[in-house]
């Protein structure tokens, strides 16, 4: 959201108005009533902003503080109404997390996830969007064709794909004697492999309209170039078409990496809570075994606060990746 | 350079050789990619035994709609539908009543605290939900005490934030001289917002509905997390709960859930096959979740 910028500079009223009278330089305004004077030019505009700014707080700001102070003490679950002390315990919590042989797994998921989930998305999505772009008829029947999936929820997919999926399901029947034993979501080498061709399908639809508004932004006289230079269309789409939606892909990348961190409905219920043997549990599913299920919101926390910062650093070395590149 | 003019009309238009059967090829297996399972979905709910081979991607036997009232049975559709419409229903409009109001004071109001409520929204925009998970539940179910109640499963979708950037875009486009006419007429910062800028700044309405409708609709992480009662669950935790204790019990499961998941998926694909237009990448990009 970084093209968004305030018309005007923001911090001129909200910080003035206390020292209008004169100390800032500025001549005393006239007609100003003591309301204005507290809360700036149009004191309405608190009011107006005032339910956005309690919804923030209590779902955002608060919680951000709270799961860094659950993070570093001792919380559990107490009947409602009775006070009880939650001790302060240090990075006891992160350890128990960082030790934990089912966070390395469910991490180590995450990145079989990436690997398989991420080139996928981008191949697709790009050969989609070129050949969307090229298309001389159909093109708004196939633009929606490819968005259904991604306006769909993930619930009412998970339906189909079990019974594309399923030991007795359709791609295995397609498969005959080829289909793989034990089956694709119950096969632990698999597992995660499926949930990651799910989600790249389901996804797909979104990095396509991505891409194609990208193409757009990519000179036509580049290709021209290229063809003068005797480029095949081959040629053309990796000199020119790739290097051209860079910027695209790499936000690609960064919003799969938080889908992937963000995994919960396609675990929980495709492989019936991140089996088998949690060859496919996710974070966010351990999260909710652990905290809810298991009642330690704390270390939970913690996990969650650990998941943040991997997100973040990976997001950061995309970024520096990308910058290093051009 | 008169060599141009033809070359790129070629290039765009008549494609040679192999592009021109490649593109209308990948094209078509990509739709058929993305269809199939829909087309798989809808006939398999409507067979009394879904066939998994490739005959019974025609079905040969009659047609049914048992699966629908098999689902109805185990989980109360209308209920659930409900549900679920009260959920997305109260995110609209939460979002429209407080986005509106937060947008216009962001782009038109000058007062104390705008700069730092601004930088909360773009701070919102980066925090993930899923480290806000564990401690907004706690909130919400004890100290709140929203359990299994329709406030807790709206709380946070009640106000999109991309919504309040959307609306507050299309405030700042409008040229303020119109906001200070109307104040010198007299007219109070409320009607200035209801009778000036509301009407022109219509086509945001439609943008900001079909965003935060799909995100509660289809959520299903957190009204999960949040009731026990079967009563008070929208269709999609219903559904999923069905799914995940049948898939392992009934040898043939698949009519009844794939006839749940067309009900769910109904209104979302209807809106947007009705709205299709509207759904571009910039306007949605933040809004879809789950």
């Known amino acids: 959201m970084s093209a968004v910028t305030p018309a005007r500079p923001a911090a001129t009223d909200g910080s003035r108005p206390k020292t209008a009278s004169g100390s800032d330089g500025h001549p005393p305004r006239k007609g100003l009533t003591g309301l204005q004077r507290a809360f700036g030019r149009h004191p309405i505009g608190t009011l107006l902003a005032l339910p956005y700014a309690v919804f923030l707080v209590a779902v955002f700001a608060y919680p951000v503080v709270l799961a860094a102070w659950m993070s570093v003490h001792d919380w559990f679950f107490s009947a409602p109404g009775v006070e009880v002390d939650h001790p302060y315990v240090g990075f006891e919590n992160y350890r128990q997390v960082l030790t934990d042989p089912a966070v390395h797994q469910a991490f180590l998921n995450i990145a079989v996830f990436l690997v398989i989930n991420v080139p996928l998305t981008v191949a697709l999505a790009l050969v989609l969007a070129v050949a969307l772009n090229r298309a001389a008829r159909g093109r708004t029947f196939f633009r929606v064709a490819f968005y259904v999936p991604y306006v769909t929820a993930s619930v009412a997919l998970v339906g189909v794909w079990l019974f594309l999926l399923g030991g007795d399901g359709v791609v295995n029947s397609l498969l005959g004697p080829l289909a793989p034993q034990p089956s694709w979501l119950v096969n632990s080498s698999l597992a ?60 690609v990348v960064v919003l799969a990496t938080i889908t992937g961190a963000n995994l919960f409905t396609e675990p929980y219920l495709l492989t019936g809570g991140g089996g088998p043997d949690g060859a496919s549990t996710s974070p966010v599913l351990l999260m909710y075994q652990l905290g809810i299920e298991q009642g330690n919101p704390d270390t939970a926390s913690a996990l969650g606060i650990v998941l943040v910062v991997c997100v973040g650093l990976l997001v950061l070395l995309n970024r520096r990746l990308l910058r290093s590149e051009s | 350079m008169s060599a141009t003019t033809p070359v790129r009309e070629e290039l765009e238009r008549r494609p040679k050789g192999a592009s021109r059967w490649l593109v209308p090829a990948v094209l078509t297996l990509g739709a058929l990619a993305f269809l199939l399972p829909f087309y798989l979905m809808v006939i398999g709910s409507l067979q009394a035994e879904p066939d ?62 705008r700069g730092t ?130 898939a392992a019990t009934t040898s043939n499961p698949y009519g009844a859930v794939l006839a749940g998941s067309v009900v769910l998926a109904a209104p979302a694909v209807g809106l947007f096959l009705l709205f299709q237009r509207h759904f571009t990448a910039t306007n949605l990009s933040a809004g879809v979740k789950g």
């Open chain 1, 192 to 251: 995660m492999p499926s949930i990651a061709g799910f989600v790249a399908w389901k996804q797909l639809g979104f990095f396509v309209l991505l891409y194609l508004a990208a193409l757009q932004n990519v000179s036509k006289d580049l290709y021209e170039a290229a063809s003068m230079d005797g480029a095949g269309r081959v040629r053309q789409f990796s000199t020119v078409t790739v290097p051209g939606v860079r910027t695209t892909t790499a936000l």
């Open chain 2, 117 to 246: 409520l601004f930088a909360m929204v773009l701070l919102v925009q980066v925090i993930p939900f899923q480290l806000l998970t564990i401690p907004l539940y706690v909130l919400t179910v004890r100290t709140y005490g929203l359990a299994d109640s329709y406030l807790g499963m709206v709380l946070p979708f009640l106000v999109n934030t991309t919504a309040v950037f959307v609306f507050r875009q299309f405030f700042l486009q409008l040229p303020p001289d119109l906001f200070s006419a109307a104040r010198i007429d007299g007219a109070s910062e409320l009607r200035v917002l209801w009778s000036v800028a509301l009407p022109l700044v219509r086509p945001a309405l439609l943008t900001v509905v079909l965003l935060t409708f799909i995100g509660p609709w289809n959520e299903f992480l957190w009204p999960f997390l949040v009731t026990k009662e079967a009563d008070m669950q929208p269709l999609a935790v219903a559904l999923a709960n069905y799914t995940a204790n049948v």
């Open chain 2, 52 to 113: 998994t081979s490739l005959s019974g991607l025609v079905p040969s036997g009659g047609l049914t709609t048992a699966n629908y009232a098999a689902i109805d049975g185990s989980v109360d559709l209308w209920r659930t539908l409900l549900n679920s419409g009260v959920i997305t229903g109260g995110a609209i409009l939460g979002t429209l009543v407080f986005g509106v109001l937060a947008g216009y004071a962001l782009a038109v109001l000058q007062f104390r605290g």
